[in-house]
């Protein structure tokens, strides 16, 4: 299963587009990237998943490269309501593992 | 509502005490596991289950114990409670690998060992 390294913290301003990084090298063939995000200390919140192709939602859109070794998810007009800890993640044998994620501080 | 539903939401133990934390969903998932997730920590995964009595270990199975006797329940138990299990343990299930929306997670249960 993938092992996923984000950067810790990042900043963006409020209305322009977060570029969020994930490297996941060790990912298999079969193996979906997912993302997350947790407000607080919520439970965490769905946004985007996809395998090899890139996808988009109303939430975000997801870049995966062609080596599938990592990807972006990026919020095209980010708000203060973005502000939040991302997960990136995958599932292949077993279940979404999670690292410690990017703290996104969007800022007015 | 849909959704993932745990019980409770807070609980003080005292150490060597043992207690069930419950989760039940109402959408008929197959996979559905338990994290917990310490302070400025990531989620860490104890026990997965994919269906109905089939389970198997996480990252940090010790001192926890789970079954999966109807689709619908996953209850996650602590065996004697130590301080080191003091934490934010959060539910999470999904339909299937790949599918839409991936895991839904319940709202947590905030347990303190004293």
């Known amino acids: 299963d993938a092992k996923t390294t984000q950067p810790p913290s990042m900043d963006c301003a409020e209305g322009r587009a977060a570029n969020l990084p994930c490297n996941h090298s060790t990912i298999s063939g079969n193996e979906y990237v997912y993302w997350y995000r947790q407000i607080h200390s919520q439970g965490p919140q769905y946004i985007i998943h996809g395998l090899k192709n890139n996808e988009t939602n109303e939430m975000a859109s997801l870049i995966i490269t062609e080596d599938r070794k990592s990807s972006t998810l990026i919020l095209p007009h980010a708000t203060l309501r973005d502000t939040a800890v991302y997960y990136c993640?995958?599932?292949?044998?077993?279940?979404?593992?999670f690292g410690k994620g990017t703290r996104l501080s969007v800022i007015a | 509502n849909a959704g993932v539903t745990q019980t409770p939401k807070f609980q003080v133990l005292k150490t060597g005490q043992s207690m069930t934390l419950q989760c039940a969903q109402d959408m008929n998932h197959e996979y559905m596991s338990w994290y917990r997730q310490d302070p400025g920590m990531g989620l860490r995964l104890i026990h997965y289950?994919?269906?109905?009595?089939?389970?198997d270990q996480g990252e940090v199975p010790n001192g926890y114990n789970v079954s999966r006797s109807t689709t619908e329940d996953f209850p996650l138990r602590l065996l004697s409670a130590a301080p080191s299990q003091t934490s934010v343990y959060f539910c999470?299930?999904?339909?299937?690998?790949?599918?839409?929306?991936?895991?839904?997670f319940g709202s947590g249960t905030r347990l303190t060992v004293v």
């Open positions: 289950s994919v269906g109905a009595g089939i389970t």
């Open positions: 999470a299930s999904s339909r299937a690998r790949g599918q839409s929306y991936g895991y839904t």
């Open positions: 993640t995958g599932w292949g044998n077993t279940p979404l593992v």
